[in-house]
């Protein structure tokens, strides 16, 4: 037993390394669930692209929970993937395609539409689409989920940074007479990009005497 709570000390111990300032957060999403541990993309990778798991509007009495699960794809500075990251999800519905920013460029700012408590004699969602901003074009991506609810203030991460993790809000399984509403609110992690603000040159190639002078200390 002592050698498990441990052994998850030690896992836990990475998420302990982020600070609040270190994501961005839109207010006004509902908040039933619990906050699922930070997922970040690996070191070096920033998140270009996004997709929604959503479930689909049931046609009937049925329980509607529309989006179940966000997935962040990571790629690294020389724009190969490296894997990709969810934080906590719920598991209806279906992944409904990737929108990625160009090649080279790297998510920064997310918008959520949320929609507001029904009440208990009425079908909750919580979170139905989500909109995600590309650093160089400023413009946004739009995964159009479902139809409930309205858009929340937009949040950005600061210049010369980009998404590179997130934490969600997952409401657990209500069981079969019980309403559910799946995936309720994001915090997405920033990270600094490994480029200047302008976002053009590279930062790798002025940093490189800083590199040889720690080569110098070893
Ligand atoms: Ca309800
Ligand atoms: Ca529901």
């Known amino acids: 037993m002592l050698l498990l709570a441990v052994l998850a000390l030690a896992l836990a111990a990475p998420s302990l390394a982020y600070s609040p300032d270190d994501f961005i957060h839109s207010l ?14 690996p070191v070096g990778s920033y998140a ?26 990571c790629y690294n500075a020389a724009g190969e ?6 934080s906590s999800t719920m ?20 918008n959520l539409k949320s929609q507001p408590d029904q009440g208990s004699l009425t079908d909750d969602t919580a979170a139905n689409a989500l909109r995600m901003y590309c650093r160089q074009t400023s413009d946004y991506l739009e995964s159009p989920g479902n139809k409930w609810g309205s858009w929340l203030e937009p ?12 934490m969600t809000l997952v409401e657990e399984d209500q069981g079969t007479f019980g309403d559910d509403t799946a995936l309720n609110d994001v915090r997405f992690l920033c990270c600094d ?5 302008e976002g053009r040159t590279r930062m790798a190639q002025v940093s490189i005497p800083a590199a040889s002078s720690e080569d110098h200390l070893q």
């Open 91 to 110: 598991n209806r519905g279906s992944w409904t395609g990737v929108y990625s920013c160009d090649e080279g460029d790297y998510l920064y700012g997310y």
């Open 81 to 86: 993937p490296t894997g990709n990251v969810t």
């Open 155 to 166: 949040s950005f991460c600061r210049s010369g940074m980009g998404v590179c993790g997130l």
């Open 28 to 41: 006004g999403a509902t908040f039933l669930g619990f906050w699922g541990a930070t997922e970040a993309c």
């Open 193 to 197: 990009l490994p480029y200047n603000q």
């Open 48 to 73: 270009r692209a996004f997709e929604l798991k959503v479930e689909k509007q049931h046609w009937g009495v049925d329980d509607d929970t529309s989006v179940n699960a966000i997935r962040l794809y």
